[in-house]
């Protein structure tokens, strides 16, 4: 069985600042894709990010990217420039051959003036 | 373009009383899949749709729990004889067809408490 790890309960960050939240997988499959979803308080879960496991290059989308070292089995998210509208909980999940989605316990992440 | 919905957004009910939620996808997306999560939890996956299909159920649905999409369009969770312990967030999520990188949508969730 595939398991998402995130031993990062809380993160802080000053505005402006850039942080990193970690998660490692274990699986023994080869294909399988990634994600970081954010889930802002009471309201619904969004997507941040994806990264195909077959692709080298690490995926970035405006101010978020990550570094996926697939052989470690790390996928951890970079926030940079950190907003206030970026404060949430931060999941990190998994999916393989089945379709659904495996996600880690998250990360809450503050933004400090 | 409306977003997944889920109805209702909080329900209390009594220990032994059955409880039903609906969810409304995406219109076209073909796959439909509830979740659980609890307090300081990640999501956890309960079962998925595709079309009416139920394609998939987790352990953790034990046979109180019944989800239906009859038509393949909204589903419905049917949690019978309530216990504390199924006090949790259920979401409900769709994606469109075929590829597994897609990203699945989810609606704002419907929050159980079970006194």
């Known amino acids: 069985a595939q398991t998402v790890t995130q031993s990062q309960p809380e993160m802080s960050v000053q505005e402006a600042e850039t942080v990193t939240l970690s998660c490692t997988y274990d699986?023994?499959?080869?294909?399988?894709?990634l994600f970081w979803y954010k889930q802002p308080p009471s309201r619904q879960m969004i997507l941040v990010i994806r990264q195909e496991a077959y692709k080298q290059q690490n995926a970035t989308e405006n101010r978020f990217s990550v570094n996926f070292q697939k052989a470690a089995k790390s996928f951890s998210l970079k926030i940079s420039d950190s907003q206030l509208g970026d404060a949430a909980m931060y999941f990190c999940?998994?999916?393989?051959?089945?379709?659904?989605?495996?996600f880690g316990t998250g990360t809450r992440l503050q933004v400090t003036l | 373009d409306t977003g997944v919905s889920q109805d209702p957004r909080h329900k209390i009910t009594k220990r032994g009383q059955n409880v039903t939620f609906r969810c409304d996808p995406i219109?076209?997306?073909?796959?439909l899949y509830w979740y659980r999560q609890t307090l300081g939890q990640g999501p956890e996956f309960l079962t998925y749709f595709q079309n009416e299909a139920q394609l998939e159920k987790s352990r953790l649905l034990s046979d109180r729990f019944s989800a239906e999409r009859p038509k393949g369009s909204f589903s419905t969770l049917e949690i019978q004889r309530t216990e504390q312990g199924d006090s949790a967030m259920y979401l409900c999520?769709?994606?469109?067809?075929?590829?597994?990188?897609?990203?699945?949508?989810f609606g704002p969730g419907t929050r159980l408490t079970v006194l």
């Open positions: 999520a769709s994606t469109p067809p075929a590829r597994r990188n897609n990203e699945q949508f």
């Open positions: 999940a998994y999916t393989g051959t089945a379709s659904k989605l495996t």
């Open positions: 219109s076209e997306h073909n796959r």
């Open positions: 699986t023994s499959e080869s294909d399988y894709y």
